[in-house]
Every structure is written in C-alpha cells, then in structure tokens.
C-alpha cells in the first residue's frame, strides 16, 4: 500500500492525479464543516448575477448564491455519491465475479448472463429507472450508479480470477489441502487488488461523470443542496449573460474526473505485470 | 581472405543511460565466409544482446550501442561498419546480408497472415520476387527444408503448426536471400530433443549447401560441438575464452569454460547414471501406481463427446523409498499429465494409485516447472511454508518456524528470508524454497515436474546435488519427470520412457540408457546432443509425433512386455 | 463455429431477463398509474372511467398475466399501443431510431477517423512529444462530460456565430444527405469527442503491446520498411481491442444519448423512454427498452462476428 502511493507521487500523471483528488477531498471536507466563504444558500438579493469579484470570487447566481461556496458543497456531494457507488459496485462486483469463476461451469453461465442482462441496459436507462421507482435523491443516485457498475466489476475480476485458478501456486494449495476459503481469499483475491486498484480509480471518475449528468437532468440530488450537474444545468440559459457560472463548475466537474483517470492510468502503469517482471 | 565480418571491443548498453548498465562489455570477435561461431553462455552473459548487435535490431529493444565496430562485408566487396551506419542503410543489410532465426518460433510468426505470405515477403523484400514467382520460390524453399505437402501449408496460419515446423519456416524465411550470414539465436531451445536433432541437422545440411556463416547462440555447449568451427564462451558481458572447437572442448583454459564442460549435466549415455539403487534390496513400495487412464473428452457430439484424447494410457509403476525413477519423454508423452493425475490435480478415468500408509495425511508433495509461477507473489516466506501445515491443522506457532528456520537451512536458504517475498530470490533459490515448502509435511514421495527445467545449467548442477543429498537424509523417493536426457541420468536410480501416454521402456538407469531396446528409445537417446558425439551426423528424419485423438470407448491392445535384462523391461511394439 | 453458435443462443435468454426486470421495475414506480399518464385530467375522471381506462391498457391484471400477455404481442410484433402518442409502440420506436441510429454512427465515424491514426501516431512516437501531445489530448477527451461539450458548443455557436442549431425537427439521410448531416453534426462531435478519446488511448495501448512483440522482431530482420512493420504486421493484430471498445460504444450509443438530446432538442431514443418514464408510459418502456437491449445484443454479436473475421485463431481452432 505504501509502496504503491510512493509510486503514484514518483509517476508524472500520478502526481497531478493524485494531488487533483487529495485536493477535492481537502475541499469536500472543508465543505461539509462548513468552512466556505459564504454560506451556500444565503441569498445575497444585492449581488445577484455578479460576476467574479473580490467577495464572491466566482461570482453568484441568479438568486444571489455565491458560487465558490456552492461549488465546494457540490464537490462534497459528488465525493459521497462516488465513493459510496464505487464502495457498492466493487463489493458486489468483485463477490459475484470471484464466484462465478471459481465455480465455473454453470454458476459461471448463470452469474454472468444475469451481469449481461444489466449491461444490456444503457446505464443511463437503468439509472433513470431506478430513479424513477425510488425518487430522485443522493441516496438514489449512490444505489443507480452503483448497481449500474457492478457487472463491470464482476468481469473486470472475472477474467483474472479465471486464469489465476490455473497458476501453480493454486494447484500447489490443492496438493497441500487448503480450504476453499485460503485459496479464494489469499491466493486468488491478494493478487486481484492490482486489476481492482485501477478499476476502483476508473470508476470513481465515471462515477464524478455520471453524477454530474443525472443531476443535468435534474435527477440526482435535489436543490436546494447545490450539485456539479444542477449548476451547469441551471447556467445554460443565462450563458450569455453570466458565462462564469458555466465555466466555473464545468472546469470543476473537468477537473475532478481528470484528477481519478489520471490516478487510475498511473496505477495501471505501476501495476503492469511486465514491469514487474524483476528477474532474467 | 577477407573476414566477412570482425568484431572489435563491442559494448552495449541499456536504459536511459546506456554506458552505466553496459550488457556487452568489450567483445571482439572475427568471422571468415562460411564459418560457424558459437557463442555459449548462460542468463546475463550478453550473448543474445551481443547477437542482436550484428544486424542493430538490438535497438529495437532499447539497447544502444555504446563502442567498439562491427564490419560487415557485403556481397558486392563493400565494407559496412554497423555500428554508425542508419536504418536506411541497415535495412538492405537486414534480410539479405544477414538472416535471423529467433529462439521462441510459437511467437515469431504473425499470428494473422499465412505462411504463405511470409514467406513471400521475405523474396519480395530481399530479391524483389512478386506474384507467381514469389510463390515458386515459397514453394521451393519450404521442399528444402523438408516441410511436407508444402502446396497445401502456404495457406496455412502459423497456430495450425507445430513448434518444429515453425522453426523450419523461420529458417525457410531466413535463407529467402541467400544470406552470407545466418545468426541463430536459441534456435531450437524451445523444441523437443528429436525436433531439434533435426533442426540441428537441417541447418547442417543447409550450411554445406550454401556455404553461409553463422552464429549459433546457445546455453549448451554440448549441442554445438558437432555443428561449430569456433567457440566464445561469454559470462557476465565478457568472453572469457574463444578458440576452435577442438581446443576448447578437450583442453579448456578459464574455469567457467570447465565448469560448463564437467560440472554441468551431460549426457553420457548411462556411464553418469547413480549407483545407490535401492532395487536389489528389495522392500515394500512407498507407493504404486497401477493402469493409471487420463482422457481429455474433446469435440461436441450431441449428447456424449465423440472422441477423447488419450494422455495417459495405462502407466504402471512403483517406488522404493529413497529412490528416483525419472520418467523422461517428449511433449505429448503424457508425463505431465502423469504426475498431476497422482496429485489428484487432473482426474482420471481408472487406475490405481496406492500410498503407503505413512504418518503424513498427505504422502506425496510436488515441486513445480515454474518457480516463479508456483510461488504466490503477495505472501512472504513465512506464509508460504506456513501454507501446507495450516491446510493440515496445524498451528502457526513456535515449533511450526522451527521446522521452516530447519528446512530453510537444509536447503541453503538464509534464515532472514522468512519475512522476504518470492521476487527478491532468484530463479534457484525460489525452487529451493518450493523443495522446502514441499518437505513442509514430512512427505514419503515428491513429484519433480521439470522441476530444473526453467534453470540455468550452473544453477541446475546445484539444485540437483541439493536434492540427491535431500533424498540420501530424508528416505525421500522421487518422481523426477524431466525431457532433458542429461539431468534425468544425473538423479535417476531407474528411468521410465515414455511415448504417446504410455510407456514404452522402464528400468535400471545404466541399463535403459546405454543399452536401448525400443525404437522410440533408441531415436530419443540418438537424438541427445552430447560433446562426445561432435563427429556424429543426424540424419534429417521428418517422422512427426503421432495424434492421441481417438474415437470415443477406444481402448488399446493390452500391453505385452518382455524382459531385457534383470530390472528392464520393454513394452513389445505393435507389428506395422 | 461454435462460438458463435453459443453466443447466439444465449441471445433470446438475455432479452428474455432484460424483458422481467423492465416489465417489474416499471410496476414498482409508485403512484397511480393513470394519474402519471393524463396528468391532471385524470382528478377529473369518475371511478368508472378510471376502470375503463384501466381495463383498456391493461393494467388491472395480475402482473405476471400482463407479462405474458405483452410476450404473446411480441411474437406477432405487436409492442402494445403507447398511451402517450396513442399510437403502436412499435411504431413510435421506429420514428424515432433512424435519429438515433445515424447519430451514433457518425460518433463513431469522428471517433474512428480521429482516434486510430492518432492513437498508431502516439504508439509509434512512444516517449517523444507528439506522443505526450496526443495522451494530454485523449485524457481530456475522456475526462469531459458529453453535456459539458454540449453545452460549450452551443455557447461558441451562439454567441461566436450568432447560430442556433436547428432542434427539434430531423430530415432523414434518404432524404436530403447534407441537411441531414448538418442537423446532427454538431450533437455528433459531442458525442464523438469522448468517444475519439476512448479509441485514441486503446488503439495506442493496444499498438504499443503489438509493436513489442517477437513478430514484429521478425519481420525488422526481414528488412521490411518502418511503413509495413506499423500498418501490414502490427495494426491487424492491435485491431481486435479497438474493435471491441467501439462495438460497446456504438451499442450504448443506439440507446439513445438522453443527455445530448436534451441539450439539442433532438426527438431521439433517449429521450423517449425518458419520458415514457415520467409518464408511466408502460408500453413504451417495455418496448422501447426492449428494443435498445436487442440493438445492443445484435451488436454485440457483430463485434464476435468481428473476432472471426480477424483473427485466424478464432476461426480454424488450435491444434
């Protein structure tokens, strides 16, 4: 663990990946003590529309709302749905894809037609749908988003658990007796964390993305709690008259997802299994 | 006469900077038309690198080189210094001056375009063929390299080929040009010992047709002695000795040079074979094995599978305590598949496999090819060894680390590396570690599966004393399942040969190995290079292994042996 | 062969489980069904009415009787009746497809023509600045969201050129090619940009493995030029996961792109299902999902039909 951030800080995309997010998390935590310049939902009625300034330095919306405020609540927000979907999706995910390779044959079959049975469905849709029977809301986009991801988690950890049941190391356990629950555990789950790392990473910034489009559509969390979406949603009409209120959170929601996919392909480099072939 | 190529103070060097991790570290080296070089060495001498040199490929794979000249004569008299030349010019050289035939022949063909038309490019690229011509030459150069039904194999993919015919095809490719000079690079390291027999003597027959040089990379000095004018022993970037053949087989001068020459496994057709054979003794067998039947369902029918492949077809045997019976055979054989049935690893269709009832639950252990591959990458030592006592009930605790400290010690490892992980050992080492996790339960019998197969020949010498002096302690028998002839007679009291899943000759180790009663037997031990057999020629045979498909309920004639000898016994061959 | 017979078979099964989960999941919206469909004529309507109405579509039936029967329609192609455009589902699905269908296709025509020169360009350049000019590029592409793009692009129109893309009407391509082409041409670059970043950074990873392989090792020896070595050895064998990510891409995007039919009015898939969903439009969303799954599963299966194409191994078996 240590190791791997070491690498991350060493590698050039990891570092900035790696800032991005430690960033984002620095912000969200100062976001939901409440540190912000303004309060978020006070309604300045004398500064409406402003643009950036030395008070409200990305200026404030049509009822008066500092933005900079609002947008560091909004990134709170979208942290919670991501990490709380990925956290969903990854447990689910990596139990049924574990499963339905180790057991192979038949549950194999059947798991796997139910993960292609949700992946038929456009995530959106599917999103859209369970919004839709649950009400839109965070915890329902933390539920949509992470039941959308789980298949896949369950072939990203398929795959590999496949061919690792055939390594040596797996037979050797055979010859030696070990329980079903040594092998699936230490052998085949300790050497799946490298593929899942990078997953994990990849899937928060689709996470950032998806969040950011159910709130577009007004679907995901509700105002007044501002989110990413909603804000760039709501400042399409008043384009021209206050493009700050477009570019200020389409660079956040930007920036958030560069910061995860940029860890991520820096994992992936690290995690290489050419480079770490060590010997002759 | 000119030298068609000469070699001087050669440095290569890899990485961001090239002169800091020098590979090839000063080596010099001259080259008449028509004359074969060796260059023998093991992992990390440079050899490959020092190969991949002559034609600048080794640039491809992030080497420079950092000094020294390379002088090329080409066919019309002019001289080339490759080290400074660009890819413009390098690329007419490549192809048509030299040729290149490459260790791996499984990888390196491409996979989507037939033979065919890889071959074709070769006379396209190098003697400007296209079209119907191209297909004549395709044509005539794979008759020459004794490809059967040569028209139909240029359609082909390289998948639907064997190894050997693979390598036939890259040397086909090679000689499109008529190259001055072929550089072989493990040419035949990854085939079996009749398919390399015959890739040697191909490339024999093929230098005597041509009168092309070449360079013969190897880590066996034995398979060159009967095919090298000269040798150049490399270790550690340096060639530490270079002479004709002759000099430097009978009268070494550098220690390395001797130790590759004795202290390395060779086959002497039985006169290394061991002498503590426990046979005559007589005693009750720590385990038999009786008509053990593996068959792999293959095809779909409709409702049973329509034919199966049949690995392993009624093997018989047993074992003595502290004694090694090597089971040595070719790919397809089914000594793999042998061993893993014993383990219960594979399933099989019959037989009996009885152990005698010991103190250990788990009587027989196995040792892998792959030591890399047999060790979890994420558990340290301790875990490691700790493994096979936990799956048992026993307890982590204090007298369990003193039996791993003891096995770590018996088997040359030092007692610190407990807490380290499998990738800061060496390729030695780790199988060490694999013997001592094996030792974990106090076995009767361990299942060496090409154990030393994936070593180096210094590292194997060492492994193999370790395990002879393990067995002399322990009582311990082996199954020693190997296709390398040489280490088989280093450690077996007995051998079985195996052919097709089943086996065809088992016995006495002397006796099996100098004096062969079976065909395939006798073409196997033929086919073993051996320092003493330099003046030895192959005759080029095409005989291709025989398909284990059979129909579905297919079962064999029974076996009928007869008696060579006090403990020999050959399987009597089927009338053609 | 056999390979693809598995996959074909397995086909029906899933459209028959995405066929339950949308035919349940839509039942387990709360709130009268009626009510979501007319709105608030539906406070005025007696009891009687409401049961009529209700009879009508069907929906005062056990569920699992509704199931079967809409099963039934669906062998003779008959998807129900929509209850918002009071028309055959089927045949409001099919307004709308070739909408969807020729967007998603010139997606992928950007993302192809873009991102597989672009990415073999980086893949051959490795480390040197064309190479990092070309992953900076395809990071961002990926890392921006469709309504983000969407919503730039309609600011530059707007305010840079004084244009309003036309919404909501559509001219087929049959019809007339350019005004078509016109039409969608901007909501097809915002779709097309993630995609052309997604197909840059996989054609690079993948020529990059390729290029390092013992082959093409092979085929320098042989004196064949750098030309041949990237685009006749190397590219064939880097096509296949290239192939793979556009397949799900297009299948996902034959869905409909809910988020860019929104920001450009378009009367696209996506945004018919969106409402058929805030309007308890049964019918439509069985159908239309329905149709959107089976789209995605066929081409799936083209992809498959793909690998054979491609790749020898796959077509004539092993030894």
């Keep these: 663990m240590k190791k791997a951030l070491a690498a991350l800080i060493r590698h050039p995309s990891g570092r900035i990946g790696l800032f991005i997010v430690g960033l984002y998390l620095i912000i969200a935590i100062l976001g939901a003590v409440g540190l912000t310049p303004h309060n978020p939902l006070q309604q300045f009625m004398l500064d409406r529309l402003k643009p950036p300034s030395g008070n409200f330095w990305m200026g404030t919306d049509l009822l008066g709302r500092d933005t900079m405020s609002r947008l560091m609540l909004g990134i709170g927000q979208s942290m919670i749905i991501a990490f709380a979907s990925v956290a969903f999706a990854t447990l689910a995910g990596t139990v049924i894809g574990l499963l339905a390779a180790w057991w192979g044959s038949l549950w194999d079959g059947i798991l796997m037609r139910l993960m292609d049975v949700l992946l038929a469905f456009p995530a959106i849709l599917l999103a859209l749908l369970i919004i839709a029977i649950v009400g839109p809301g965070t915890l329902t986009s933390v539920a949509a988003i992470g039941i959308v991801y789980t298949p896949i988690f369950a072939r990203v950890v398929r795959g590999p658990a496949l061919s690792l049941k055939r390594r040596d190391f797996v037979d050797a356990a055979r010859t030696f007796g070990s329980s079903q629950r040594y092998v699936l555990t230490r052998h085949l789950l300790l050497n799946l964390v490298a593929p899942l790392a990078v997953q994990v990473t990849l899937a928060l910034a689709w996470a950032l993305l998806t969040e950011a489009g159910l709130s577009f559509l007004g679907l995901g969390t509700q105002p007044p709690t501002p989110s990413l979406g909603l804000m760039l949603s709501e400042s399409k009409n008043l384009m021209t008259q206050a493009p700050w209120l477009m570019i200020f959170p389409a660079l956040t929601i930007m920036l958030g997802i560069l910061g995860f996919n940029l860890t991520g392909d820096a994992l992936r480099d690290i995690l290489d299994p050419r480079t770490q072939r060590r010997d002759a | 006469m000119t030298k068609l190529l000469s070699v001087h103070d050669l440095r290569v060097g890899f990485g961001r900077d090239p002169k800091a991790n020098e590979v090839v570290k000063g080596v010099s080296f001259d080259l008449d038309p028509g004359q074969t070089l060796a260059i023998v060495g093991e992992s990390g001498s440079g050899k490959s690198v020092t190969a991949l040199s002559v034609n600048r490929l080794v640039d491809f794979g992030g080497g420079r080189i950092t000094g020294g000249s390379i002088l090329l004569q080409r066919a019309d008299g002019t001289s080339l210094d490759v080290t400074k030349a660009d890819e413009k010019a390098l690329r007419p050289v490549r192809g048509r001056d030299i040729g290149m035939i490459f260790q791996e022949p499984m990888t390196s063909l491409n996979p989507v375009h037939t033979i065919g038309a890889q071959i074709e490019e070769a006379f396209r690229l190098n003697r400007d063929l296209t079209g119907a011509a191209a297909r004549q030459a395709a044509l005539e150069v794979l008759d020459r390299v004794r490809i059967p039904d040569a028209k139909a194999r240029l359609a082909y993919y390289p998948h639907q080929l064997s190894g050997g015919m693979r390598q036939r095809i890259m040397i086909a490719m090679a000689l499109a040009s008529s190259p001055r000079l072929l550089i072989a690079d493990e040419p035949t390291t990854a085939l079996d010992v009749t398919v390399q027999a015959q890739i040697m003597a191909l490339l024999a027959e093929l230098r005597a047709e041509t009168g092309m040089a070449m360079i013969f990379i190897t880590h066996d000095i034995g398979l060159v002695a009967g095919i090298a004018d000269t040798i150049m022993v490399m270790q550690q970037g340096v060639a530490v000795e270079q002479n004709d053949t002759g000099a430097v087989l009978d009268h070494p001068r550098h220690d390395y040079t001797r130790h590759l020459l004795q202290a390395v496994p060779h086959f002497s057709a039985g006169k290394a074979a061991r002498e503590d054979g426990k046979r005559a003794g007589g005693g009750e067998p720590v385990v038999r094995v009786e008509d053990l039947v593996v068959r792999f369902p293959v095809g779909?029918?409709?409702?049973?599978?329509?034919?199966?492949?049949?690995?392993?077809?009624?093997?018989?045997?047993?074992?003595?305590?502290?004694?090694?019976?090597?089971?040595?055979?070719?790919?397809?054989?089914?000594?793999?598949?042998?061993?893993?049935?014993?383990?219960?690893?594979?399933?099989?269709?019959?037989?009996?496999?009885?152990?005698?009832?010991?103190?250990?639950?788990?009587?027989?252990?196995?040792?892998?090819?792959?030591?890399?591959?047999?060790?979890?990458?994420?558990?340290?030592?301790?875990?490691?060894?700790?493994?096979?006592?936990?799956?048992?009930?026993?307890?982590?605790?204090?007298?369990?680390?003193?039996?791993?400290?003891?096995?770590?010690?018996?088997?040359?490892?030092?007692?610190?590396?407990?807490?380290?992980?499998?990738?800061?050992?060496?390729?030695?080492?780790?199988?060490?570690?694999?013997?001592?996790?094996?030792?974990?339960?106090?076995?009767?019998?361990?299942?060496?599966?090409?154990?030393?197969?994936?070593?180096?020949?210094?590292?194997?010498?060492?492994?193999?004393?370790?395990?002879?002096?393990?067995?002399?302690?322990?009582?311990?028998?082996?199954?020693?399942?190997?296709?390398?002839?040489?280490?088989?007679?280093?450690?077996?009291?007995?051998?079985?040969?195996?052919?097709?899943?089943?086996?065809?000759?088992?016995?006495?180790?002397?006796?099996?190995?100098?004096?062969?009663?079976?065909?395939?037997?006798?073409?196997?031990?033929?086919?073993?290079?051996?320092?003493?057999?330099?003046?030895?020629?192959?005759?080029?045979?095409?005989?291709?292994?025989?398909?284990?498909?059979?129909?579905?309920?297919?079962?064999?004639?029974?076996?009928?042996?007869?008696?060579?000898g006090a403990d020999h016994r050959v399987r009597l061959e089927a009338v053609p | 062969m056999s390979y693809v017979v598995q996959r074909l078979l397995t086909f029906p099964l899933i459209l028959l489980g995405v066929s339950v989960l949308v035919f349940v999941s839509i039942r387990l919206i709360p709130g009268d069904a009626i009510t979501a469909m007319l709105g608030t004529e539906a406070g005025m309507m007696t009891p009687a009415q409401r049961a009529a109405l209700a009879a009508y579509f069907g929906i005062d039936q056990p569920v699992w009787s509704q199931y079967l029967r809409w099963l039934g329609g669906l062998f003779h192609g008959d998807l129900g009746i929509s209850s918002i455009y009071g028309k055959p589902v089927l045949t409001v699905i099919l307004e709308r497809f070739p909408l969807t269908l020729q967007m998603a296709l010139m997606s992928m025509v950007i993302a192809l023509l873009i991102g597989v020169p672009l990415g073999v360009l980086a893949a051959t350049r490795n480390e040197r600045p064309s190479d990092l000019i070309v992953r900076i590029f395809a990071m961002l592409g990926q890392s921006t969201p469709s309504f983000v793009i969407g919503v730039l692009i309609i600011y530059v129109l707007s305010v840079y050129f004084g244009m309003v893309p036309a919404m909501g009407t559509f001219t087929p391509i049959t019809v007339d090619f350019w005004a078509s082409i016109g039409q969608l041409i901007f909501p097809a670059i915002t779709l097309g940009f993630a995609f052309a970043a997604s197909v840059t950074r996989i054609a690079r990873s993948a020529m990059l493995d390729v290029l390092s392989d013992d082959y093409i090792r092979t085929a320098r020896s042989k004196g064949a030029s750098p030309m041949s070595v990237v685009w006749h050895h190397a590219l064939p064998n880097a096509l296949i996961p290239v192939v793979t990510l556009s397949g799900v891409e297009f299948g996902y995007l034959l869905g409909g792109a809910v988020i860019v039919e929104q920001i450009f009015a378009l009367p696209g898939l996506g945004r018919l299902v969106l409402d058929a969903i805030t309007q308890r439009d049964y019918a439509l969303v069985q159908g239309s999902v329905l149709f959107i799954a089976f789209n995605f599963l066929v081409v799936n299966l083209l992809v498959d039909l793909a690998y054979v194409a491609l790749d020898p191994r796959i077509r004539l078996g092993g030894r």
């Excluded at chain 2, 590396?417 to 361990?446: T, Y």
């Design chain 2, 300 to 564: 779909k029918g409709l409702f049973a599978p329509k034919a199966a492949v049949h690995a392993v077809d009624g093997v018989s045997f047993d074992l003595l305590p502290g004694e090694t019976l090597g089971i040595v055979g070719e790919s397809g054989s089914g000594k793999s598949t042998t061993a893993r049935a014993i383990l219960d690893l594979v399933s099989r269709q019959r037989g009996q496999i009885a152990a005698k009832a010991g103190q250990s639950k788990r009587p027989i252990q196995m040792v892998f090819q792959d030591p890399f591959a047999s060790l979890n990458p994420r558990l340290n030592v301790e875990a490691l060894l700790a493994e096979p006592a936990i799956a048992n009930g026993q307890r982590k605790d204090g007298a369990l680390r003193q039996r791993m400290r003891f096995l770590l010690d018996r088997v040359g490892l030092p007692e610190d590396a407990l807490e380290r992980f499998p990738h800061q050992f060496s390729g030695g080492q780790r199988q060490r570690l694999c013997i001592a996790r094996a030792l974990m339960l106090n076995p009767d019998v361990v299942v060496l599966d090409e154990a030393v197969s994936a070593l180096d020949v210094s590292v194997q010498a060492k492994v193999l004393d370790l395990l002879i002096d393990l067995q002399q302690e322990f009582g311990l028998a082996y199954l020693f399942i190997s296709h390398d002839m040489a280490v088989v007679e280093r450690i077996s009291h007995r051998i079985a040969v195996m052919f097709a899943g089943q086996i065809v000759e088992i016995g006495d180790a002397r006796a099996v190995l100098s004096d062969p009663q079976h065909s395939y037997t006798k073409r196997l031990i033929a086919a073993v290079p051996a320092v003493e057999r330099r003046n030895q020629h192959f005759a080029v045979d095409v005989t291709q292994v025989p398909s284990l498909v059979r129909p579905a309920g297919y079962e064999p004639p029974p076996a009928r042996w007869r008696e060579a």
